[in-house]
Each structure stands twice: as structure tokens, then as C-alpha cells.
């Protein structure tokens, strides 16, 4: 063999181990490209599951208030019907004791009742007071018949609104039965193609090994028939070495945090928030184990005793509105047309959320493609 050949020998000897490393690399590429594709399909069809749960959620939210104000109304109105038919009861016991007492005088006889009054002119008075007495209540029994009917109409109008409400509160409940039971479907899903895909990376890491195994061992081999093509190759790494500079880039500079403004409510919301990074996302929950979005906002700022519905609806009038070049720690921010997300502003283009079922609380950049204002409730 030529000296030439010789030098070139180790080379051709790599070179076909790195052809055998890139042929592992691109085909265990091509193996798991297709579930790569499948997992980001799934991904965006779980994440539009997720944003249809919330939703649900804080109509379910709004149901149960309105659900709770048709109860205390119903409640209301059968209490006033029970106290009206008791009036009634009782003013018809005291028409029936009248008439009992105005039929024993009857019995006495016309001469005893006569010779009691003295005159006839009182006796004359007597009856009358009587009939006039009888009369009158008459009258007031059948105004509180009127009454009673009305407070049974008003009743059963109370009924009838509680029972609209229960129906609204029970589809929520449904749709969102519903719902979970597809993002319980397609998290599995999603399960399955991840662990597929981290056994085939597995796979090629391992062949990938073994290949850069035989490559070593072929090259020690190499390097071992020639020490002189090894000590050459030796010097001429040294030489590259020598000539290529080591640097290090310069740490990314990070914006300090511009804390919250003066005031202790904020200071006391953004806290407590803090704390609660970590904890899962469970719908219709406010802490302290789990929070949904508006929970989270609502009990943070219960904690510095300001008190905030549970409903992004009703939160996003708990305050004033303040545009986005505003925006200061400790600010409501609301997202989608119908704002049905909520989280708590922190600062530096950042809030902590409470994002979807499956999550947890996490401080995250705003999502500013779905942004739509945002509402300070500290005045």
C-alpha cells in the first residue's frame, strides 16, 4: 500500500461510519415524522377541547348564580304565600266564633236580648255592631283570598323560573360531561403517540450508539495498524485546535421586575398568586387545592379583601377598564370576544393563569393574540 493510501485509509474508514450514523439518523427521522405530525394535530384539537371546557365552565358558573338568586326568590314568595293562608285560617276562625257567639244570643230568645239592652234602640245598635262586625270580616277574608292567589302566582312563577334555571345549570353540566370525556380521549391519545415517540427516539439513540461504537472501535483499529497516520492525524488536530478561538457568549441580560405599585390589596393579590403556582386547574374550583380562571382571580384578591364573583362576566365589570399601554401589576386581563378567560397581570408582559384542565397555575407571557382589556379593581 501506497503512503498515500495509507493516510487516506482511516478517513475512507470514518467516512463509511458516518454514513452509517446519518443513514440511522434519517431513518429514524422518517419513522417518527408521522407521529411528530399526529402529536401537534392532537395537541391543537386537545387545546380546542380545553378552550370550549373553560367556556362551559364559566357559563356553568353563571348558571349556578342565577340559580341560586331563582331558589332565595322561590323561597321568598312560598313564605309569604304560607303566612297569608295562615292570616286566612285564623281570620276564619274568627268568623266562625262570631257567628257561633251571634247564634247563642240568637237562642236566648228576641225578649231576653230585648230586656238585656234595656231599650229598643240599643238593642237595634247591638245587632247592627254585630252585622256590621260580620261584614267586615268578610271583606278581609276575601282580600286575603286575593292576596294568597297572588302569592301563590308569584309562587309558582318562582318555581317555574328555578326550574329554567336548574335546566341551564344541568345542559352546562352535560356539555361539559361531555367535553372532558373527549379531552380524556384525546389526552390518552396524545399519551400513546408521545410514548411511541420517545420508544423510537430511544431506538435510534440506541442504534445511533452502537453505530458511533463501531465507528470508535474501527478508528482505534485504524489508528492501530498506522501509528503514523494516527500521530498526523494527532498533530493536525492539535494544529485546528490551537487555531480555533474559545468564547463563550455573554448571558442574555433579564429585565428586572417592575413590582407591583403602591398599594397593599395588589402586594397581598399577587402574594398570595404566587403561592398558588403549581396547583391544578379543576373546574368551578376557588382554592385553596385547585383553581378555573376566575376562581384563582377571585380568591387572591379575597385575600386582600376586596371580594370578586366567580365569573369572568361579572369581573370584567368589578372595575375600571384601563387600556393596555396602562397595564400595572395587579390588573384583571381578559381574552376572546365573549371573555371567558381571566388572569392576574404581574408585570413585564407576564401574568399567572390558571390555563385549561390538565394544567396547572403558571406565570406565563400574556397571550396577547387573544387579548381584550383588561379591568383594575383597586381603583
Not at 64 to 89: M, N, V, Y
Not at 184 to 201: G, K, M, P, T, V
Not at 204 to 217: C, D
Not at 324 to 330: M, S
Request: aromatic letters at 6%.
Amino acid at each position: 500500500m501506497r503512503a498515500g493510501e495509507r493516510r487516506a485509509a482511516p478517513f475512507r474508514v470514518l467516512i463509511a461510519m458516518g454514513l452509517l450514523c446519518s443513514m440511522i439518523v434519517a431513518g429514524s427521522g422518517a419513522a417518527h415524522a408521522d407521529i411528530a405530525s399526529d402529536i401537534a394535530a392532537t395537541k391543537a384539537r386537545l387545546a380546542a377541547l380545553q378552550d370550549q371546557t373553560e367556556q362551559i365552565s364559566e357559563q356553568y358558573n353563571a348558571a349556578q348564580i342565577a340559580l341560586a338568586a331563582a331558589e332565595r326568590t322561590s323561597a321568598a314568595a312560598q313564605s309569604k304565600a304560607d303566612q297569608a293562608a295562615q292570616l286566612l285560617s285564623q281570620r276564619r276562625a274568627g268568623v266562625r266564633k262570631l257567628a257561633r257567639t251571634m247564634y247563642m244570643d240568637a237562642s236566648l230568645g228576641s225578649f231576653t236580648a230585648f230586656v238585656s239592652a234595656g231599650d229598643p234602640e240599643t238593642f237595634l245598635d247591638r245587632a247592627s255592631s254585630a252585622t256590621e262586625v260580620a261584614g267586615q270580616r268578610s271583606q278581609a277574608i276575601d282580600a286575603l283570598r286575593s292576596q294568597i292567589k297572588v302569592a301563590n302566582d308569584a309562587s309558582r312563577a318562582a318555581d317555574a323560573a328555578k326550574r329554567d334555571a336548574q335546566q341551564v345549570a344541568d345542559a352546562a353540566a352535560a356539555k361539559r360531561t361531555a367535553i372532558l370525556a373527549a379531552v380524556s380521549q384525546q389526552q390518552a391519545l396524545l399519551d400513546h403517540l408521545q410514548q411511541e415517540q420517545a420508544r423510537l427516539i430511544a431506538e435510534a439513540q440506541a442504534a445511533l450508539a452502537a453505530a458511533q461504537a463501531k465507528e470508535r472501535a474501527a478508528k482505534a483499529a485504524a489508528l492501530a495498524q498506522a501509528e503514523q497516520q494516527a500521530q498526523e492525524l494527532a498533530a493536525q488536530r492539535a494544529a485546528v485546535a490551537a487555531s480555533t478561538p474559545s468564547s463563550q457568549p455573554a448571558p442574555a441580560e433579564v429585565a428586572p421586575d417592575p413590582g407591583p405599585p403602591n398599594g397593599d390589596a395588589v402586594s397581598i393579590a399577587l402574594s398570595w398568586a404566587r403561592r398558588e403556582i403549581g396547583k391544578p386547574y379543576v373546574y368551578g374550583a376557588a382554592g385553596p387545592d385547585s383553581f378555573d380562571c376566575s376562581g384563582l382571580v377571585m380568591y387572591v384578591y379575597g385575600k386582600a379583601g376586596i371580594a370578586l364573583p366567580h365569573y369572568t362576566g361579572d369581573q370584567w365589570n368589578a372595575g375600571r377598564h384601563v387600556s393596555r399601554d396602562e397595564l400595572q401589576p395587579g390588573d384583571l386581563v381578559f381574552f376572546y370576544s365573549d371573555v371567558h378567560h381571566v388572569g392576574l397581570y404581574v408585570g413585564g408582559g407576564e401574568m399567572i393563569d390558571a390555563p385549561h384542565t390538565g394544567a396547572t397555575v403558571e406565570q406565563v407571557p400574556v397571550w396577547w393574540d387573544a387579548y381584550t382589556g383588561a379591568v383594575r379593581v383597586t381603583g
